[in-house]
């Protein structure tokens, strides 16, 4: 177990090499920005799909709908590097909203993010699947299933380790950013020399298209935002000096992201390119630009296979992204506790598990199609991004310290630009699915509270502080044991060994199911001259139930000897030599610690209970 | 919950009362008969299916092998009314095999019996679907789900207890019965006055027809007997004379299958009935058979209803009968001994719950489609009649007293039948699904035999009859107690007390997980005074698991001391308010029991383990 372990998973590392594990300036673009470069994956199929419902005049409309979009990235973009320069440890959205706008508002910040990372990882990796299923269409009926299969590699792949996972991904991101400009020029050159395909003018009546189609395909569209933040969260991952390298990479991919992203909409309008049921507008872009032949078909393929890639490697993001978001969150105590552990392999496995186990879920869910996945994604994105601008305007308000006011300014028309956007999109698609982002982000806000309320009180109740005196630590009486016995054998000896030893009061307990059977248990007991060392209590159980009338027998008892005490139950419990061997026996030791520790809850009196187990050999 | 419980469940019932469970003649029938009736359902459809494959012509010879099953029933049931007289015992097949053929033989009819109760349960219940979305077309598509919601609603009946599942049961089968004689009736006359169809006479030349053909269509018709043997099985519930009783039963049952299954396919052939694809051969006739119009149509959906509830009856005949069975089994060691324990409600939950499992898992896998979960059924039903045969020729002629020569001979002529019709069956259907009965039969009896040699080892293991002398129950030197710490708090005051209370020598343990923390631990431990009462070990843990190095530690404490004795673990264990809130923490103490149980096995030396609870009230 432990050999398959580390092959799988590799070796665990110590504690003291978390500071080693950072990243270069190429290496954090790679492991951070590729949610954000790959979208345009998905966020050009949805522009298609937007306005091909209204035709080729609709279809007109691409070009300036991507100039609004492209201009608000420009200005998210910007808006983070200020947050970068700020909040250098990281936590992004969170922790700025939490510190400017107060805990209510970081909380509604987390919940938001987290459905985004989520929704990043199901919508990367269905979008993957159908760039390959563009070009190999037998696929597709088996999307689900290969969608799941690249989210259990993924998983793996983060449970191994950041640097690990890092070294594998950059690979693909850059062969995507470099295929996607060479596929940009050549589509540039194929325009110039075939001369633009006829360009339908926006027709100047407003009636033809209609504006909510607009706004509702802009909407779709924003999703080619969402990643961006992930550089402004993830600052103490870059080597020093961490805001600088932040900056700098945050710069350079929203350039990027704005070329990869104009160059592939405007080259599908200037070419004239339409896809049908089963493709994706870039893979029918791809094939348009390289043309026919095995030449161009090669090159096609290698399109998809790095879209695909890419794709696999922005849903990567997520799980870099949600266990630091995670580890903040359960710091603060708003989440499991077991959320902030670093696993094995200095990364949060239980997070990496939980994100896993969710964005899988949905991709079933969903039947593996990122159309439908899309509406319940931007709102989140948009949302923080929201509460993540309000916050620095405050913050820059609050301190009005050297250039503050340009600064604030700055962010102000970003918390308007993004406001705006959250509101279309959350309209636009509300009843496409943004609903269900819309109630779980209130209800996650709600989930976050009670865990902080149930850590407060467990600390409120455990504390010694709060005692006027030093605790008595004086020892209790010695205690009384109770033995239930199943029948007279071993493990039953070993039992009644060990509670001799701590105890001159031992009650042993059979509790009769059978009618008769405890005659026979009685003389057994008696011919093994048990009888000299322990009392053998029978309860009748005339309803076949063990725990019951055992808890009756033992509640009667403490009544009866009314000493201040419980009696301690003492279990003899033989374990099995195979673990499926357990499935064979009855677990009544087990159902009855259960219930002795759950269901009669003794408040301020202490029933401890025993143990001895008893090996079996084979 | 306890309320719950009673209002579904209904409340416990004592033992005593287990002989008043019994039922009277026509009870019985309806408890016990169904799956043997209701089967024409299913046998009907798969001889329509089987030579509608080969048109008119094929279906011509419905009528001839219908003959032909109706008298392989007629053997069969004869030859059971011989089990009855000599088995009063009941366990059928399993114990008729084991006495006379030897334990191998016994068991691979109790694991044909079980793959034929779990298959009858879920043929009867697609079946019924597929009966009542003959009516409702639109019902079609949601079969599975349908179909998974009866056996719910079976279950529950049967966890309430026999004698109210046989009452509920009663009044379909009877109205059954009723309905399908009037059909027959009404058609008989349908078919004078209409004078019958021109009826293809068969074809002499063979080759028109291939007997492969028809014999799978034999095979497949043969399921019509499954379920025959339920009432020799089911001897012990009826009412004294039980063995006379079961024999009219059995006698009567029998009849009426032969009645009902020639009637039907008779008529079907004589009125020249066909159905589409969306609906079954009953179905058909019975629209045949009353015409159109409001009154008509009135009447063939009170068929269809009442074929629905019958088939869902016949489902709970397996819910009977595995229990019994399993008991039976599980009694002679092979089958898990849970399966031997009476429920609250006087029956076998266990196995109640186990079969519903199975079954459902099986409707859900096949889509509900009945035709696809028939191969896989007559297999174990021919495979268990034939062992019980075979056995019962063993029987007769080991006592060899009275007429026992034709008794004799009838079961020699029901084995040379009952096996002809297994091989028939097997190689007909062996790709279509059969294989996977054939292939499960044997793992299953490996399985029985498997679990029979862990309880023959540990009983073994644990009895102290092979003990020279009576053991010694000299008590053990008072423990040395390990108490591990997450911290100082109350729940540890707690603990540390205990402990004091069963030993002198209490070493306190805190896992350092974060560096640093240690420190302040052993502060905090001085702060309280608590070092007067038991000294601190802090443990540093640089790969951060808290398990490993505490075990090492206490390894290397037992060494250390060499006292003969393994440390007492004492567990100081916090219990929330609410259960789900357990989810929050993490489960350190839970996890370090089960390493302590089951990891590091320590065979012939006992290591205890202690909970001491902490309840936190809110």
């Known amino acids: 177990m432990k050999n398959l372990h580390d092959l799988v998973i590799g070796p665990p590392l110590p504690t003291q090499r978390i500071a080693e594990e950072r990243l270069g300036r190429v290496r954090a673009l790679a492991a951070l920005s590729p949610d954000a470069l790959a979208s345009i994956a998905y966020a050009n199929q949805e ?28 200005l998210v973009a910007l808006s983070y590097t200020q947050v970068i320069s700020a909040y250098p440890g990281g936590g992004g959205s969170y922790t700025v909203a939490r510190e400017n706008l107060g805990v209510n508002a970081g909380l509604i910040a987390a919940a938001a993010l987290t459905t985004n990372y989520v929704l990043n990882v199901a919508v990367s990796v269905t979008a993957g699947v159908e760039a390959a299923a563009s070009a190999f269409p037998a696929l597709w009926p088996y999307r689900t299933t290969i969608a799941l299969g690249l989210l259990a590699a993924i998983t793996l792949a983060n449970l191994r380790g950041l640097r690990e996972a890092g070294a594998v991904m950059s690979g693909p991101v850059l062969a995507f950013i470099a295929t996607y400009l060479i596929l940009i020029a050549a589509g540039l050159i194929r325009a110039g020399v075939e001369g633009a395909a006829p360009r339908p003018v926006p027709p100047i009546s407003a009636g033809l298209v209609a504006p909510a189609l607009l706004l509702r395909t802009f909407a779709a569209g924003c999703t080619s935002l969402t990643g961006i933040e992930s550089i402004s969260n993830g600052v103490p991952v870059f080597k020093p000096p961490e805001i600088r390298h932040a900056n700098q990479v945050m710069i350079a991919m929203a350039a990027l992201m704005g070329i990869l992203f104009l160059g592939t909409v405007g080259l599908t309008e200037a070419l004239g390119v339409t896809a049908g049921p089963e493709e994706t507008i870039l893979s029918a872009l791809a094939r348009r630009v390289f043309g026919r032949g095995p030449g161009p078909e090669a090159a096609y393929l290698f399109v998809q296979g790095v879209t695909l890639l890419v794709l696999v490697v922005a849903a990567n993001t997520s799980f870099v992204g949600f266990p630091r978001l995670a580890s903040v969150v359960a710091r603060d105590g708003y989440m499991p506790r077991q959320l902030t552990l670093l696993g094995d392999r200095l990364v949060f496995s239980n997070s ?35 509460l993540s601008q ?19 300014a700055l962010n102000g028309v970003g918390l308007l630009a993004t406001g705006a956007a959250l509101l279309v999109i959350g309209y636009t698609k509300f009843l496409e699915g943004a609903w269900v982002v819309i109630l779980l982000i209130p209800l996650l806000v709600v989930g976050f509270r009670r865990i902080n309320g149930h850590y407060r009180a467990t600390a409120a109740q455990l504390t010694l502080h709060n005692k006027a005196r030093i605790p008595t630590v004086r020892p209790l009486d010695r205690p009384r044991v109770v033995l239930p016995i199943s029948g007279v054998h071993r493990g039953v000896i070993a039992a009644l060994r060990y509670a001799r030893s701590i105890s001159d009061h031992v009650t042993v307990v059979y509790v009769e199911i059978e009618p008769g059977r ?13 009888d000299e060392v322990a009392s053998l209590v029978v309860v009748p159980s005339p309803y076949r139930s063990i725990i019951g009338p055992f808890l009756d027998f033992l509640d009667a008892s403490d009544r009866a000897h009314n000493d201040g005490q419980l009696a301690t139950v003492l279990l003899p419990e033989f374990i099995p030599a195979r673990w499926w061997e357990s499935l064979l026996h009855n677990q009544t030791a087990w159902l009855l610690k259960l219930a002795l520790l759950y269901r009669r809850r003794r408040l301020g009196r202490t029933r401890a209970i025993i143990d001895v187990p008893y090996y079996l050999r084979k």
């Open 47 to 74: 522009i298609y799909l937007g306005l091909a419902a209204a035709g080729a005049a609709g279809l007109a409309y691409a070009w300036p709908i991507a100039l609004a979009i492209a201009g608000l990235l420009g």
């Open 352 to 386: 990496i598990l939980l994100l896993a186990g969710v964005a899988g879920a949905l991709v079933a869910a969903f039947g593996g199609d990122t159309h439908a996945l899309i509406p319940l994604f931007a709102v989140g994105a948009f949302l923080a991004f929201t």
């Open 518 to 530: 405890g005659e026979h248990v009685r003389e057994e007991w008696k011919a093994w001259g048990l």
């Open 390 to 408: 309000a916050g620095m305007v405050v913050h820059w308000w609050r301190a009005r310290e050297g250039a503050w006011l340009p600064k604030a």
